[in-house]
């Protein structure tokens, strides 16, 4: 009988300090990925902001605390906010750093609406002597509308 208590005891133990040290690496984890998520953008001298247009459109962007479960499991599914778009465009005019924008047309759902909102900030950033060059696999009618504004529209033949 003392055999078994002392092994009950040791094994009740040993499952207690395996889930504590599971429970604090796991916290550590995501304390790491959130932190890392955060960070402030340097930008470089001459660099180009890329614009990738592959995902949907929602008119504002939302923090959720579980994109960190889906940044894991990396479904391909972007959700971008219209307002987000727009100031990092606002952004990237009013940075001398950042020379132009390179656009990455690949599939956008989006409205006609939003679509010429985005088509309009981009007017915008060209009128201030920066360049704008738009890339795509294929374009749907709504994407080349988006792209048309640049000074180079390149396809994949």
Do not use: C, H, W
């Not at 923090?63 to 987000?84: A, E, R, V």
């Amino acid at each position: 009988m003392k055999d078994f208590l002392k092994f009950t005891f040791a094994t009740i133990t040993g499952i207690i300090v395996s889930v504590v040290v599971l429970v604090f690496i796991s916290i550590l984890v995501v304390f790491s990925m959130v932190s890392s998520s955060e960070s402030e953008t340097q930008v470089r001298k001459n660099s180009i902001m890329m614009l990738d247009l592959n995902g949907a459109l929602a008119e504002r962007s939302q923090d959720n605390p579980l994109d960190i479960l889906s940044q894991l499991f990396s479904d391909d599914s972007n959700i971008y906010g219209l307002d987000d778009i727009l100031s990092s465009i606002k952004k990237a005019k009013e940075n001398d750093d950042i020379k132009g924008i390179y656009i990455e047309a690949t599939s956008l759902g989006a409205g006609f609406a939003s679509r010429e909102e985005i088509r309009n900030a981009l007017k915008d950033f060209k009128e201030s002597g920066k360049f704008i060059v738009a890339y795509g696999d294929s374009y749907s009618q709504g994407l080349y509308y988006l792209s048309s504004i640049a000074d180079k529209v390149l396809l994949n033949p």
